[in-house]
T-cell receptor, first 113, second 119 residues
Framework: AQSVTQLDSHVSVSEGTPVLLRCNYS??????LFWYVQHPNKGLQLLLK??????LVKGINGFEAEFKKSETSFHLTKPSAHMSDAAEYFC???????????FGAGTRLFVKA | GAVVSQHPSRVICKSGTSVKIECRSL??????MFWYRQFPKQSLMLMAT?????????EQGVEKDKFLINHASLTLSTLTVTSAHPEDSSFYIC???????????????FGPGTRLLVL
């Protein structure tokens, strides 16, 4: 069975400190992996994606994620949090060819001044 | 590029009326569009997938007669909530995927969402 697990429902960091949002997946197929960010009452914005090229993926706003097949993980990181990063983050798996889309439950990131 | 719009952004209606939500890909052709529903503080729930010119594929538990989806062109899909009731109040989000020829078939680009409140 395919699934996506975001290991933390809430993460709180201080401004200027690193951010780590964890995502593990389970898939029998080669998936495409995505991170999206959602600000309150807004749609989802694509941060970055992995589609079988480089395992370290750089996205917008200083975010990056590393695909580790051996650990079935795709954790999202940022070296230095900014207040504007406070939002909900979704890890998403799309199974190749079938458009089966699986959303993680989301991680709420809080950034303290 | 890859901008998706939704209209309206917010709608309030009376119970029993129908509401139409439009989803448009503004700068690309979308062979596939998706409709999601999001409850407060929860993740997105896929309702249906629609391909241009064909009938939508609904997820299990989603009433196709309640949530009518039309994908009339490569840039427009509509979701009509028929005979809306208060329990249909929710945040509805669409997404669109580019055509295969562009080489980015799988990435979904999301609209800003539509907040529906049924009184």
């Amino acid at each position: 069975a395919q699934s996506v697990t975001q290991l933390d429902s809430h993460v709180s960091v201080s401004e200027g400190t690193p951010v780590l949002l964890r995502c593990n997946y389970s898939s029998s197929y080669s998936p495409s992996l995505f991170w999206y960010v959602q600000h309150p009452n807004k749609g989802l914005q694509l941060l970055l994606k992995y589609t079988s090229a480089a395992t370290l993926v750089k996205g917008i706003n200083g975010f990056e994620a590393e695909f580790k097949k051996s650990e079935t993980s795709f954790h999202l990181t940022k070296p230095s949090a900014h207040m504007s990063d406070a939002a909900e983050y979704f890890c998403v798996v799309i199974l190749t060819g079938g458009f089966k889309t699986i959303f993680g439950a989301g991680t709420r990131l809080f950034v303290k001044a | 590029g890859a901008v998706v719009s939704q209209h309206p952004s917010r709608v309030i209606c009376k119970s029993g009326t129908s509401v139409k939500i439009e989803c448009r890909s503004l700068d690309f052709q979308a062979t596939t569009m998706f409709w999601y529903r999001q409850f407060p503080k929860q993740s997105l729930m896929l309702m249906a997938t629609s391909n241009e010119g064909s009938k939508a594929t609904y997820e299990q538990g989603v009433e196709k007669d309640k949530f009518l989806i039309n994908h009339a062109s490569l840039t427009l899909s509509t979701l009509t909530v028929t005979s809306a009731h208060p329990e249909d109040s929710s945040f509805y989000i669409c997404s669109a995927s580019r055509s295969a020829s562009s080489g980015e078939r799988e990435t979904q680009y999301f609209g800003p969402g539509t907040r529906l409140l049924v009184l």
